[in-house]
């Protein structure tokens, strides 16, 4: 292993916002690691073409998690999009708001994620974190003490050997599946989203302001939030088998089903779209097992949540720092961290499908619609 140059004590699959997070948390504890990030998108668009990424809002106590990571400051320079509440139409026509006013945080944020991704790298990159961009593991192989990985970056086939391994490849969990880990699928959530550009930012009659809303309807809820450049992100969110049945994916179907809706109609009214229908995976997803021989899962490759409940890069900025502790602690010989780490988990998993189950069960109005059925369909469902 000593006389391989490309030898780490840390090798990160994935370099999206939970293994830029844990990769941050790792040197924050312990600047003398030597830690990689594989990552198989580029670092840039080389092309540099429009790409249009799905956006989130942060909540405001995600602020002590930035803090903790000591990302603070360069976050706030950014200058994303402020976010003082959500609105909802659930067991409801009507309009009902969360304002943040009444948070002890503050406000919270709705982000670009292509510039928030750029920004978790090049934060990970002023410590010291290397990148292999453009890069897969073909094959991992467990030594006596090392992870030998086969990877290809580029143009060539890299030998890279790492004393821990971790997996931040999303829902795909590709090392956690190399490692015979099983994902468990609790539903068949797709959303099917669409982007608009607004005529006129200052031309707003919904009440809803820059906030993010969602609104239901019988067959799913829709979600709308804005984006920097006056950009609109709607997005429908219900089951493949009722996608696929209501043609979601064709443009007319799509703009058919929104022209029913009140709230979220309302919000387009003044824009033009900008992109075609475009689906993405949305399901509830969990891991068998999270953690194993010198590795371990985090952000949505250990655990993946219901958009309902934004949580997915909170989740991946609260998590990074359990994965960090438990990382050290392996490295030390002390196999006690992953078994924490897996506990802690399995914990927010647990209470996450309890908050869920409450949420669904507010919207009673489509008692005879299969994707509500599904959503009350007491602890079966879960």
């Not at 073409?49 to 976050?75: D, H, M």
Request: charged share 20%.
């Amino acid at each position: 292993m000593k006389n391989n140059p490309y030898t780490y004590d840390v090798v990160v699959i994935g370099g999206g916002v939970a293994g830029c997070a844990t990769a941050i948390a790792l040197k924050n504890e312990a600047p003398e690691l030597r830690i990689a990030i594989i990552e198989r998108k580029p670092s840039f668009n080389p092309n540099n073409t429009c790409v249009y990424r799905i956006g989130e809002t942060l909540p405001p106590n995600a602020s002590q998690q930035l803090q903790k990571l000591g990302i603070w400051s360069s976050f706030l320079e950014c200058n994303f999009i402020t976010a003082y509440g959500t609105s909802a139409a659930w067991g409801s026509s009507e309009l009902y708001h969360n304002e943040y006013i009444y948070s002890p945080y503050g406000y919270g944020w709705h982000l670009d994620r292509i510039a928030f991704d750029q920004f978790m790298i090049k934060e990970a990159q002023k410590r010291g974190i290397l990148f292999y961009f453009e890069s897969s593991i073909t094959s991992s192989e467990k030594k006596t003490k090392y992870w030998s990985l086969q990877v290809n970056y580029k143009q060539d086939i890299l030998s890279i050997n790492s004393s821990f391994a971790i997996d931040a490849t999303g829902k795909k969990a590709a090392f956690s599946s190399l490692q015979k880990s099983t994902k468990i699928k609790k539903d068949q959530m797709v959303g099917v989203y669409r982007f608009y550009v607004s005529k006129d930012q200052h031309n707003d009659t919904t009440g809803i302001g820059n906030g993010t809303c969602v609104e239901t309807d019988q067959n799913g809820w829709w979600y709308s939030a804005t984006l920097p450049n006056k950009t609109i992100v709607v997005g429908y969110m219900t089951d493949a088998d009722i996608a696929n049945q209501l043609q979601l994916r064709k443009k007319e179907a799509f703009d058919n089903l929104l022209s029913r809706t009140k709230h979220t109609n309302n919000r387009i009214k003044n824009t033009t779209h900008i992109s075609q229908p475009q689906v993405t995976a949305a399901h509830t997803q969990y891991l068998s097992t999270v953690t194993g021989d010198s590795w371990l899962a985090v952000g949505d490759a250990a655990s993946s949540y219901d958009p309902i409940s934004s949580l997915g890069i909170f989740k991946s900025l609260t998590m990074s720092q359990f994965a960090a502790y438990a990382t050290l602690d392996d490295l030390k010989g002390d196999r006690s961290g992953l078994q924490k780490y897996q506990q802690i988990i399995t914990q927010d998993y647990k209470g996450y499908l309890k908050k869920r189950q409450e949420y669904y069960a507010q919207e009673d109005r489509y008692t005879t619609s299969l994707f509500w059925k599904r959503r009350h369909a007491n602890q079966n469902y879960n």
